[in-house]
């Protein structure tokens, strides 16, 4: 299986700032990659497919970049409503695989 | 409004078996690519298994034997069966919707979560 790195593990940012998180692949998965958003206690919400596809709803704060085996989400200004923890997906082959997760944490 | 609402889940010793129900409205269960994903307490989110639209399924390699994905067209349901359950498999499991179009092998819409604990 396709392994997935996020990085940080956790990230403290206040409100306003721009964030970014990186997810790495351990091979090639050209554009094939989704990123979501969990809070918690709920399911998770797709942002992002296609490495840079806004999902229809999502503010346009938020926008993914990359291709191969590194891609970025960024949130341009961070709002009261983006703290939660964010997951990086592949699905270029199966098993499709998740990457551990950021924590957005409040400053 | 699209909705996937569960059912099933709880307690179950080690060895033992549960079926988890994913009931869906407003859409057609077997038009889509169905998933399930699950989430381990405290941890990172695992895909767990697909059934196409043209009933092919998939598996992760930590159930593969043990787990069984199917639907029941008549009653617009996914289902998860799980046998020879292990500690490993405590996880909070989410039904998802893969959408048609552009979007790949990625989840729009999902359940809310049903808790499966196994332990004895």
């Known amino acids: 299986d396709i392994q997935m790195t996020q990085s940080p593990s956790t990230l403290s940012a206040s409100v306003g700032d721009r964030v970014t998180i990186t997810c790495r692949a351990s091979?090639?998965?050209?554009?094939?990659l989704a990123w979501y958003q969990q809070k918690p206690g709920k399911a998770p919400k797709l942002l992002i497919y296609k490495a840079s596809s806004l999902e229809s709803g999502v503010p346009s704060r938020f926008s993914g970049s990359g291709s191969g085996t590194e891609f970025t989400l960024t949130i341009s200004s961070l709002q009261p409503d983006d703290f939660a923890t964010y997951y990086c997906q592949q699905y270029n082959s199966y098993g499709l695989t998740f990457g551990g997760g950021t924590k957005v944490e409040i400053k | 409004e699209v909705q996937l609402v569960q059912t099933g889940g709880g307690l179950i010793q080690p060895g033992g078996s549960l079926r988890l129900s994913c009931a869906a409205s407003e859409f057609t269960v077997s038009n889509n690519y169905m998933s399930w994903v699950r989430q381990a307490p405290g941890k990172g989110l695992e895909w767990v298994s697909i059934i196409y639209s043209a009933g092919s399924t998939y598996y992760a390699d930590s159930v593969k034997g043990r787990f069984t994905i199917s639907r029941d067209n008549s009653n617009n349901t996914l289902y998860l069966q799980m046998n020879s359950l292990r500690a490993e498999d405590t996880a909070v499991y989410y039904c998802?919707?893969?959408?048609?179009?552009?979007?790949?092998?990625?989840?729009?819409?999902w359940g809310q979560g049903t808790l499966v604990t196994v332990s004895s």
């Open positions: 998802a919707r893969t959408p048609s179009g552009s979007y790949g092998l990625t989840f729009d819409q």
């Open positions: 091979q090639s998965i050209s554009r094939w």
